[in-house]
């Protein structure tokens, strides 16, 4: 996979595609999946075209604590913190990422059951 702005998370960064957005700082976007496999489905992406985690490097940790932190954040304002939620990246085509944008899945509202199924 190679990363670039050409992908659709990179159209919804530049608002050519719409999107349900929910967070947005100067680094970070995060929006409703349109295929929502949880009652809350969030991708949590950084405006900065980073293919996946195999992609990242030591100067991307700030990145990613921001990151994270806007997960954190969006959790509580959709009522997940008290009881619970998952947070989980996908990596290459085996690790089941389809987007070459690294994007965290924030899913919430019913019980995740591990291994997820």
Same mark, same amino acid.
């Given at each position: &996979?190679? +990363?670039?702005?050409?992908?659709?998370?990179?159209?919804?960064?530049? #608002? =050519?595609?719409? !999107?349900?957005? /929910?967070?947005?700082?100067?680094?970070?976007?995060?929006? #409703?999946?349109?295929?929502?496999?949880?009652?809350?489905?969030?991708?949590?992406?950084?405006?900065?075209?980073?293919?996946? /985690? !195999?992609?990242?490097?030591? =100067? @991307?940790?700030?990145?990613?604590? +921001?990151?994270?932190?806007?997960?954190? =954040?969006?959790? #509580?304002?959709?009522?997940?913190? =008290?009881? $619970?939620?998952?947070?989980?990246?996908?990596?290459?085509?085996? $690790?089941?990422?389809?987007?070459? @944008?690294?994007?965290?899945?924030?899913?919430?509202?019913? @019980? &995740?059951?591990?291994?997820?199924?």
């Amino acid at each position: &996979m190679t +990363e670039g702005q050409d992908t659709i998370f990179g159209k919804i960064i530049r #608002r =050519e595609i719409p !999107a349900q957005i /929910v967070y947005e700082s100067e680094t970070v976007l995060a929006f #409703r999946d349109i295929s929502p496999q949880a009652p809350v489905h969030i991708l949590v992406i950084p405006k900065k075209p980073i293919c996946s /985690v !195999a992609s990242l490097k030591p =100067e @991307h940790a700030g990145l990613i604590g +921001e990151i994270v932190l806007a997960a954190a =954040e969006i959790a #509580r304002r959709e009522g997940l913190a =008290e009881g $619970g939620y998952r947070l989980v990246t996908n990596i290459g085509h085996d $690790g089941g990422q389809t987007v070459p @944008h690294l994007h965290f899945h924030l899913l919430g509202g019913r @019980h &995740m059951g591990w291994p997820p199924g």
